[in-house]
């Protein structure tokens, strides 16, 4: 018997387009540098942000590379990635800072770190203190390299400074010293202070901590929490409406969806519920940027 494996192999899927990549990408950042002004956000995929501004940039969450499609490939949960990737990260030079939330790979990968650092050898790098050991090992460095923080903890780095937030992922856990394993961060620069929450549910006295820093723009996951993927969960595209409008939150930009098939939601959802509740919100394309000047009244997105 002849099988035509045309027949029983399905064509490659479809990946959803960069806006920006590569050569374009790298070049629209060195373009904005000449705004002393404003802040840009480029949304780099999953939870991955790079934020800059006068002459600085920030690295959030990046995950620039196939390292959980190639762990996973052939075994009962297959990492198949679904959009571009953005950028080699041996090519983003220029980078002053880099966070991690928690130790998944898809917050902290070695195969985009590791290069990152090679090429951007004064970087500093800002982590929940819990994961100080994990941390260094998966990125080849010291173990006095990061800068560890937890809930209440602050570090100021060049224009930006850092403020440690508990995340629930899906519980809050913490080491033998009370730090947290898995954390956000409100980062305060010039007149404005974002949320980045990494991975996280909601829990009892979340908004509270948040709020008092009077966040202008927050960028939230919501994939949601289904067990049936076999991975811890975030909030879900209502949750998420729901925790920007608790801490009051300027503006909310969804992530953490169009990464992997197994574990993503149809964003059109998310804009429905914003929209419903008249919150402020922006969508952005991989590779697409927001620029702080159109924050106030409505928000530029491409």
């Known amino acids: 018997m002849i099988i035509n494996t045309a027949d029983t192999i399905s064509p490659p899927m479809k990946?959803?387009?960069?806006?920006?990549?590569?050569e374009d990408f790298l070049a629209d950042l060195d373009f904005q540098l000449k705004d002393q002004e404003n802040f840009y956000m480029w949304w780099l995929g999953q939870s991955?942000?790079?934020l800059q501004w006068r002459?600085?940039?920030?690295?959030?969450?990046?995950?620039?590379?196939?390292?959980?499609?190639?762990?996973?490939?052939?075994?009962?949960?297959?990492h198949i990635r679904m959009c571009e990737k953005v950028v080699?990260?041996?090519?983003?030079?220029?980078?002053?800072?880099?966070?991690s939330s928690h130790n998944h790979t898809d917050h902290l990968d070695g195969e985009t770190l590791i290069p990152l650092l090679a090429v951007n050898p004064e970087i500093q790098m800002v982590i929940p203190e819990a994961n100080r050991v994990f941390v260094t090992?998966?990125?080849?460095?010291n173990l006095y390299y990061p800068i560890g923080l937890s809930e209440g903890k602050s570090v100021t780095i060049g224009h930006f400074t850092l403020h440690g937030i508990t995340a629930a992922h899906n519980e809050i856990e913490r080491d033998e010293y009370g730090n947290d394993r898995f954390m956000g961060f409100i980062i305060s620069f010039g007149k404005w202070s974002i949320y980045h929450s990494g991975d996280t549910l909601l829990y009892d006295g979340m908004a509270d901590s948040i709020k008092q820093y009077n966040v202008d723009l927050a960028m939230l996951p919501i994939n949601g929490n289904d067990p049936s993927r076999g991975v811890a969960g975030n909030l879900s595209a209502s949750e998420a409406v729901q925790l920007a409008g608790d801490i009051g939150a300027k503006w909310l930009i969804p992530c953490h969806y169009d990464m992997f098939t197994f574990n993503t939601v149809d964003v059109n959802e998310f804009a429905t519920i914003?929209?419903?509740?008249?919150?402020?919100?922006?969508?952005?394309?991989?590779?697409g940027k927001i620029c702080s000047r159109e924050l106030e009244p409505?928000?530029?997105q491409e």
């Open 15 to 22: 990946l959803v387009k960069a806006i920006r990549k590569e």
């Open 48 to 50: 991955g942000f790079l």
């Open 55 to 78: 002459g600085q940039r920030v690295l959030m969450d990046p995950y620039l590379s196939d390292s959980l499609t190639n762990k996973y490939a052939g075994t009962s949960k297959p």
């Open 88 to 99: 080699d990260p041996a090519k983003l030079t220029g980078i002053n800072l880099v966070t």
């Open 137 to 141: 090992d998966r990125i080849k460095k």
């Open 274 to 287: 914003a929209t419903n509740r008249a919150l402020p919100h922006c969508i952005l394309d991989i590779g």
């Open 298 to 300: 409505v928000m530029f």
